[in-house]
């Protein structure tokens, strides 16, 4: 009977140390399944992180690139309109220079005297301290028959140059200062432009 027991004793903890074993390696297998799915897990989790990082990476780079173009062009563009009110400045200082009463004078003759078609009489309006210096000049040299379809007038809005009517002021001509300025920058304006393009690059 001992015999019996011992054997029986024997066989249970085989059996026992046989199940314990069996448990130990699924719960070693489980385990280790279970690290294979989390570092798994880790890894996808990484990669979305670092796939986000450098979206937004790129995202930050094309827009700090667009932020830049835009200062760029905002720049070029406050030049520009800078350098086109300094080039209007100094044309209409030029020209309210060069167009003095006796030069508005010589003109107006120029053009009465050349035969232009004045429909209904001519009309020139000056600056009123320009007035009296171009009547002076420019009265003496026409006949009375001229002079007589000729108005003079002085205009708080001219602040050099003139402007002349051949159809008793329903439409004019405008040599102010202003409007010669502005031609004159016009047409220094592409190569302005021009410049500004070669020092933009």
């Not at 990484?46 to 986000?52: E, K, Q, R, T």
């Not at 937004?56 to 086109?84: F, H, M, Y």
């Not at 209409?92 to 004045?118: F, K, T």
């Amino acid at each position: 009977m001992p015999e019996e027991l011992k054997t029986l004793i024997e066989k249970i903890q085989k059996e026992g140390v046989q199940a314990a074993q069996d448990t130990a390696r699924q719960i070693e297998d489980a385990a280790r399944a279970r690290a294979e799915e989390i570092v798994a897990q880790a890894r996808r989790d990484a990669d979305g992180i670092l796939a986000a990082a450098r979206t937004k990476d790129r995202q930050s780079q094309e827009s700090g690139t667009q932020a830049l173009q835009q200062a760029a062009r905002n720049t070029v563009l406050a030049l520009r309109q800078e350098i086109t009110a300094m080039l209007n400045k100094v044309a209409a200082a030029g020209i309210r220079q060069a167009l003095s009463g006796q030069a508005i004078a010589d003109i107006v003759y120029g053009m009465v005297h050349a035969g232009v078609d004045a429909q209904g009489g001519v009309v020139i309006e000056v600056k009123d301290s320009d007035l009296r210096t171009v009547m002076e000049a420019l009265f003496p040299k026409l006949s009375e028959a001229v002079r007589a379809g000729i108005t003079l007038k002085a205009s708080e809005q001219i602040a050099g140059g003139f402007t002349i009517s051949f159809d008793a002021g329903r439409s004019q001509f405008d040599f102010t200062d202003t409007a010669l300025a502005e031609y004159l920058s016009a047409s220094l304006r592409p190569a302005l432009a021009d410049i500004l393009r070669g020092a933009a690059r």
